[in-house]
Every structure is written in C-alpha cells, then in structure tokens.
C-alpha cells in the first residue's frame, strides 16, 4: 500500500499512541499490510526502545524482511535483543545473501553470535561466500537456486519445484547442471508450464547462456542485468560449475552503491558505505578533510602565477576583475567534459582505444563553444562593462579577455575529456579525475594562457 508523507507522519503518531497505551493488537493490524520497506521506515521514526517491541509484532515471514530493510544500527541493536530463538528464527527465514551481507556490516562480537546460532549448513554456505573478495561477484551471490538435470521430466521438474522452491530465492528462472555441476543451460518456469509432461529438460532447456564468474568485479555484472533485462544471473567458478546466483535486488543495489560511491569522489569525498544521517560528524570530517588539504595545497600553484605576473596586474588593474570569470568558465567546461566521460566508461561506452575519437569530438565542441561565449562576451565588455558601469575596457584588453576564453574552453575540455580516460588506464578510478582535480589544473592553465595575451597584446 502506498503512502504519502502525510499519511507516514499519521501513521507514526498513530502507533507511538497504541505503544503507549500498550494496545498492540492495534499497533499490529496498522503496519502488518504495508510492504516490508514501509514498516521499516516507519520502525526507524520511532523511540528506539520501541523498535524491538514492534518487531516482536510482526509475523517471523514478514519480520525477516522487515529486518533485511532496517539500517544497519537498528539491525545491531535487535540482534542483541533477541533470545537465541528468536535470532535462528530470523536467520531461517533470511536468503542467504541478504544474511551475509548483515554479517559484513556487524562487528565481530554480533557476527560470532550469528554464526553460533545458524545451522552447520547455512553457516558453511557463509563462510564460502565471506571469503570472496570483496567487490566479486561471489560476494553479492547467493547459493539458493532450483537445479535440474538433463532426464528429468517436465513433470518431475515442477515436483522439485514444489518440494524445494519454498526456500529459495526464486522460482522464475532454473538452471541445469550434470552430475559435476557443470552448467549446461536454463530455463524458465514458463517454458516448463507450456511443454507437455513427458518432455524432458534437455528438450525444453536453452543453452544460450550469460554467466559471470565468482571474481568477476560485481559492478561489471551489475552492468551485465542492465544490458540484457535479466532478472538471474548464474555464477560459476573456473571450471564452469555452477555455485550460485546474483538475483536482480542485488545487482540494483550495487549500482546504487558504485553510484554513490562515483558521486562522493567526483566531490572528492572519500566514499562512505554508511546512510547520512548515521555517519558521525568526525567521521564525515575525515571523509572530506585529506581531500580537501590535497585541493588547498595544489590551488598554491594559482597563487604563484598571479604573484608572478604582479607587475602586468599593476599596470592594467582592469585585468584583475575578469580573473574569477574566466577561471570558473574554464572548471565548469572542464567538469562538463569529464563528468560526460566518466559516465561513458562506467557505462563501457568509452575504452582507452576511444581517446583519440573523444579528444576529436571534444575538440570541436570547445572551439564552437570558445566562439559562442567569446562572441557574447565581447558584447558584454563593450555595451555593459564599457558604456554602461563606465569600466576602463579598451578593445585590446576586451580581446586579451575573449581569446583567453577560447584558448581556455579549449584546454579545458582537452583535460576534461582525457584525464578520466587515462586515469582508468592505469588503475585509478576515474571518479577522482572529476570536478575537484580538473578545476584546480584548468585555473592554473586558464591564467596562464591570460597573463601569455596580456603581455603580447598589452605589451606589458
């Protein structure tokens, strides 16, 4: 059921009233039809004592879920709530990826109280996943998926669906494997529903397969749900068995995270895997301060160009005042360059072998650009600057500004459009090339191409 924030703040009241007033029947009955992701919103907008309580509510199915979309805090503080019962409860009905991913956001005492009280089973098929990388496919997949193989029926297939598919994570999609696990082809539940019985699977299956690899980079599988619209994807290991698979959910949730991430570099902030309004002030802080120091000490070299050019200052003060335009032109035509770029690598648009092709492109962008803001800049110099605000604008010095912007806008978007590609050749996330980095590099070249025009044209 959807609901406004009207409708989230009546309801919040309505259950901080019931808890109160201790008249849980009605607490139930006002949060046991909304989707999981509504009960923990409105969960998390209440006293914190009153979390556990309201929890204990909730059907096991649909407590399971709820606690799968509670912050990771509240997360922590129920586990320490709950008798060992009713943490193996929860842990039963948890998919197993969404277990695993609980266990890495735990500290190393709740993580021990998890895995002491999950079975032998779940708590092996944990470990396994734990010990992949960190960024791998492995780590985001989970290992409940329906198998079949080659002899069955149409109609033993749909019996080992209804005697297993309670407990796993999806029914939609099968995959059929040899007695080695090898991975021989899928199907879906819909090709099983309109074959005839006695067909077999081997009949029915297709053997067009896409699969990603256990250390596979999970942003580049995450890519692969995006391009082709799967809703599965199966994982296998260097020998091609079959070991799991990375369900849609997850692969949305690593974009958003690799998103986030990319979003918090490109303001050079170092990424922060925790929701805002849980992160500490000193840890944001040291999130942004290194990055920030590293910024205030490279702007230095800006400093040191205008000092070195004092003497041309001094002998046409006008000059001054059209330094701050031309420097924040050159840094947003840089950030417009690399910003473009960036999302076309994330996207696997653009490649190493595509530089010259993006420079080529780029190229001719900055010059009609450089020509458009030049042109209209001149006829602000001239009309407003001039003869409006009386400013000491000659037409030497209106050229002095207007070629300097070309020559900017032009070295602006030739760094803008490179340094993420090159930064990505060899290693660096390109992120870091964005906005910070490239305006400070653009200021110092924008003055310099300005002081170069000023000393040959002005003679200074």
């Given at each position: 059921?959807?609901r406004n924030?009207e409708?989230?703040?009546?309801?919040i009241?309505?259950?901080?009233?019931?808890?109160?007033?201790?008249?849980?029947?009605?607490a139930?009955e006002?949060?046991?039809?909304?989707?999981p992701?509504?009960i923990?919103?409105?969960?998390?907008?209440?006293?914190?004592d009153t979390?556990?309580i309201v929890?204990?509510?909730?059907?096991?199915?649909i407590a399971a879920?709820v606690f799968v979309?509670l912050?990771?805090d509240?997360?922590?503080?129920?586990?320490?709530?709950?008798?060992?019962a009713?943490?193996?409860?929860?842990?039963?009905?948890l998919?197993l990826d969404d277990?695993?991913?609980?266990?890495e956001?735990?500290?190393a005492?709740?993580?021990?109280?998890?895995?002491?009280?999950?079975?032998?089973e779940t708590?092996?098929?944990?470990?396994?996943?734990?010990?992949y990388?960190?960024?791998?496919?492995g780590?985001?997949?989970?290992?409940?998926y329906?198998?079949?193989?080659?002899?069955m029926?149409?109609?033993?297939a749909?019996?080992?669906?209804?005697?297993?598919?309670?407990?796993?994570?999806t029914?939609n999609?099968m995959?059929?494997?040899d007695?080695?696990r090898?991975?021989?082809g899928?199907?879906?539940i819909?090709?099983?529903?309109?074959?005839?019985?006695?067909?077999t699977?081997?009949e029915?299956?297709?053997?067009?397969?896409?699969s990603?690899s256990t250390?596979?980079?999970?942003e580049?599988?995450?890519?692969?749900f995006?391009r082709?619209?799967?809703l599965?994807m199966p994982?296998?290991?260097?020998?091609?068995r079959l070991?799991?698979i990375?369900t849609?959910?997850?692969a949305?949730?690593?974009?958003?995270e690799?998103?986030?991430e990319?979003?918090?570099r490109?303001?050079?902030?170092?990424?922060?895997?925790?929701?805002?309004l849980?992160?500490?002030?000193?840890?944001t802080v040291?999130?942004?301060i290194?990055?920030?120091?590293?910024?205030?000490?490279?702007a230095t070299?800006t400093?040191?160009?205008?000092?070195?050019?004092?003497d041309a200052?001094a002998?046409v003060t006008i000059?001054?005042?059209?330094i701050?335009?031309?420097?924040?032109?050159?840094?947003n035509?840089?950030?417009?360059?690399?910003?473009t770029?960036i999302?076309g690598i994330?996207?696997?648009?653009?490649e190493?072998?595509?530089l010259?092709?993006?420079?080529?492109k780029e190229?001719?962008?900055?010059?009609?650009?450089g020509?458009i803001?030049?042109?209209?800049?001149?006829?602000?110099l001239?009309l407003?600057?001039?003869?409006l605000?009386?400013?000491?604008?000659?037409?030497t010095?209106a050229?002095?500004?207007?070629?300097?912007?070309?020559?900017?806008v032009?070295?602006?978007?030739?760094v803008?459009?490179t340094l993420?590609?090159?930064?990505?050749a060899?290693?660096?996330?390109?992120?870091?090339?964005?906005?910070?980095?490239?305006?400070?590099i653009?200021d110092?070249?924008s003055?310099?191409i300005?002081f170069?025009?000023?000393?040959?044209?002005?003679?200074?």
């Amino acid at each position: 059921m959807a609901r406004n924030e009207e409708n989230y703040e009546a309801l919040i009241e309505s259950m901080e009233t019931y808890l109160k007033e201790k008249k849980y029947v009605q607490a139930r009955e006002a949060i046991v039809d909304l989707e999981p992701f509504d009960i923990a919103y409105v969960m998390e907008a209440l006293p914190e004592d009153t979390i556990p309580i309201v929890f204990r509510l909730l059907p096991k199915e649909i407590a399971a879920e709820v606690f799968v979309e509670l912050d990771t805090d509240s997360q922590e503080d129920l586990i320490k709530s709950f008798s060992r019962a009713e943490l193996k409860e929860v842990l039963d009905e948890l998919y197993l990826d969404d277990a695993v991913d609980i266990i890495e956001e735990m500290p190393a005492n709740v993580v021990k109280r998890i895995l002491s009280t999950a079975d032998a089973e779940t708590r092996q098929n944990i470990n396994n996943i734990l010990q992949y990388p960190e960024d791998s496919t492995g780590s985001i997949m989970t290992t409940e998926y329906i198998d079949l193989k080659t002899n069955m029926t149409v109609e033993d297939a749909l019996k080992r669906i209804r005697r297993v598919g309670q407990d796993m994570e999806t029914i939609n999609v099968m995959y059929v494997t040899d007695p080695a696990r090898h991975l021989l082809g899928y199907m879906t539940i819909r090709d099983l529903l309109m074959s005839e019985e006695d067909q077999t699977v081997e009949e029915i299956m297709d053997t067009n397969i896409i699969s990603a690899s256990t250390l596979d980079d999970q942003e580049e599988t995450a890519r692969k749900f995006e391009r082709y619209d799967f809703l599965t994807m199966p994982v296998v290991d260097k020998e091609n068995r079959l070991v799991g698979i990375v369900t849609i959910d997850d692969a949305l949730d690593v974009l958003v995270e690799e998103t986030t991430e990319d979003i918090e570099r490109m303001a050079a902030i170092s990424p922060s895997y925790k929701p805002y309004l849980n992160t500490g002030v000193l840890e944001t802080v040291k999130s942004r301060i290194p990055w920030l120091l590293l910024l205030m000490v490279s702007a230095t070299f800006t400093g040191q160009i205008i000092s070195s050019f004092e003497d041309a200052l001094a002998a046409v003060t006008i000059l001054t005042a059209y330094i701050p335009m031309l420097m924040d032109t050159g840094g947003n035509c840089g950030s417009q360059a690399s910003v473009t770029v960036i999302r076309g690598i994330s996207l696997d648009e653009i490649e190493l072998k595509d530089l010259l092709k993006v420079i080529w492109k780029e190229m001719r962008v900055a010059v009609i650009i450089g020509c458009i803001l030049a042109v209209c800049n001149f006829g602000k110099l001239m009309l407003v600057d001039r003869l409006l605000l009386h400013n000491p604008i000659t037409i030497t010095v209106a050229l002095v500004i207007c070629l300097t912007l070309v020559f900017t806008v032009f070295a602006a978007k030739l760094v803008g459009c490179t340094l993420p590609i090159l930064a990505k050749a060899i290693g660096f996330d390109p992120a870091v090339m964005a906005s910070p980095f490239i305006t400070t590099i653009v200021d110092a070249i924008s003055l310099l191409i300005y002081f170069r025009f000023a000393q040959t044209l002005l003679q200074l």
